[in-house]
């Protein structure tokens, strides 16, 4: 049996059937160590995660987090305890808990004398600019992890840039339960959908907070309805920028085009609207929502997310990456689509396609399982 402890500060309501399906496989145990305080990172406030009192198929720890030295790098005192007494062969940890359980010692030691590998969770941005004394730390913190793995492809060459031998890397292409949502999409087309597919009906799916730009979004559906004068923009989800957002769809005198419909915890109703919808728009932050949106068959016009809709949207394959907040490329893009029937069907094709071979939760976890059985073997 091989002792998996996942470190990360929550568990997101997304990530439970990964970790569902990791403990599920034959010689696999899954602990995943996380916060009870889980604070300092403003992207738990805007997610949904797993309580305490909640019982997911797995193990879970949860443990007091606290900041190494009174500086800005997290970690958990009471995990070397468990460290010792459970004597995990791999950790696979969040990138923001390394800094702080490398300085904090008795992680460290805790780890190296169980003789558990490490994985590093991580999305790796570009360091461009990078003092060389900055890249030195972090080289010298990656010099204590036995594996990486990363969201997509195109932190390979960041990693590498460290010193990395490229075998240590892995990729798990950040992805939600896809085969859930198929099953859900299944079930909706036997029993015929409810509502009816609207050739100029746009949806946007996330929190409306500054980063995600839903602004922007409402401000170039007002330059689309112009041309056409039917176009419909569909917003699922809530946020403290809805009042301002409400208000800017009234000030530009759109009022008849745009629904606010909040957070739909309803998969099924949800779903309804990704079927009668022919086009996703993620103006800002984000990324598993391009995911959802693509298993529906939509094309998606984004534009700098969080990395991984690099390997989800080709420009002109399945949608089109717009210039960022730039309302007229954004509003160029999206009129390309909705103007053409047979983009949108080629379009939607790709999605699927891309979805089905590439970017799933079987290939996620298939590249967990890289990444645990290269250190454990290694």
């Known amino acids: 049996m091989k002792k998996i402890f996942i470190i990360q500060q929550v568990i997101p309501d997304y990530r439970v059937s990964v970790f569902n399906r990791l403990n599920n496989i034959r010689s696999y145990e899954v602990t995943v160590v996380t916060a009870k305080n889980p604070k300092g990172c403003e992207f738990v406030n805007h997610i949904n995660f797993i309580a305490k009192n909640k019982k997911p198929g797995f193990r879970t720890i949860f443990l007091d987090q606290k900041k ?23 950790i696979i940890m969040q990138n923001m808990y390394l800094p702080g359980s490398i300085l904090s010692i008795a992680t460290l030691f805790a780890i190296k004398f169980v003789r558990a590998r490490l994985i590093l969770w991580t999305i ?39 010193g990395i031998d490229k075998n240590k890397i892995f990729v798990a292409y950040n992805s939600i339960d896809t085969d859930k949502i198929f099953k859900i999409k299944q079930l909706i087309i036997t029993e015929n959908p409810l509502l009816t597919i609207n050739k100029h009906r746009i949806i946007f799916i996330g929190r409306l907070i500054p980063w995600k730009k839903t602004d922007l979004l409402i401000k170039a559906l007002a330059l689309v309805k112009k041309r056409f004068p039917d176009v419909e923009l569909v917003i699922i989800g809530d946020g403290n920028e809805r009042p301002k957002l409400e208000r800017l769809v009234q000030d530009l005198k ?15 109703t949800k779903a309804e609207y990704l079927l009668s ?13 391009i995911n959802e949106a693509m298993c529906y068959g939509l094309p998606v016009v984004c534009s700098r997310a969080d990395g991984t809709e690099k390997h989800l949207v080709s420009n002109g394959f399945n949608g089109y ?3 960022e907040d730039d309302i007229n490329d954004l509003a160029e893009k999206v009129l390309k689509i909705i103007t053409s029937k047979e983009l ?16 799933n939760i079987n290939t996620m976890i298939s590249g967990f399982k890289q990444a645990i059985e290269y250190v454990f073997n290694n």
């Open 124 to 162: 790796p941005f570009e360091d461009k600019g990078v003092r060389s004394f900055k890249k030195f730390i972090k080289k010298l913190l990656f010099s204590f992890v036995d594996a990486f793995l990363l969201y997509t492809e195109s932190g390979i060459p960041v990693i590498e840039s460290y």
């Open 321 to 323: 990456i717009f210039r």
């Open 254 to 268: 759109i009022s008849d085009s745009v629904r606010f419909l909040g957070s739909l915890r309803d998969n099924r």
């Open 277 to 289: 919808s022919t086009l996703f728009v993620l103006p800002g932050m984000g990324g598993l929502s």
């Open 68 to 90: 190494i030295f009174g500086i800005r790098f997290f970690y958990f005192p009471e995990l070397p305890k468990y460290i010792f007494k459970e004597k995990p062969n791999v």
């Open 344 to 359: 949108r069907e080629m379009m939607s094709k790709n999605s699927l396609k891309i979805i089905k071979n590439k970017v």
